[in-house]
């Protein structure tokens, strides 16, 4: 038997995204994910470990791996 996922109005659901992704594009994804999981952790012990910074060692470890990447240029916030 072949079942849709349906929403709870009843319409048929969206399709994931990530299923429709190349499996590469997943693999890069997921390994950047990666490097600013551990760049973050390193920023949160460098800083005396300390909670409640999560989100800010994320961002500034994600803007730090990208710049060296080359991703967007050094001084630009990736905010904007």
């Known amino acids: 038997m072949n ?3 349906r929403t709870k109005s009843g319409n048929h659901a969206a399709p994931n995204d990530d299923h429709e ?8 994804e997921a390994s950047l994910d990666d490097e600013i999981r551990q760049r973050a952790y390193a920023i949160h012990i460098d ?3 300390n909670h409640g910074y999560d989100l800010d ?9 990208k710049q060296a990447k080359g991703t967007i240029p050094d001084g630009e ?4």
């Open 57 to 65: 060692d994320w961002l500034r470890a994600e803007q730090e791996l």
């Open 77 to 80: 916030d990736s905010a904007d």
């Open 21 to 28: 992704k190349p499996d590469s594009a997943n693999l890069a």
């Open 47 to 49: 800083r005396g470990g």
């Open 3 to 5: 079942r849709v996922a």
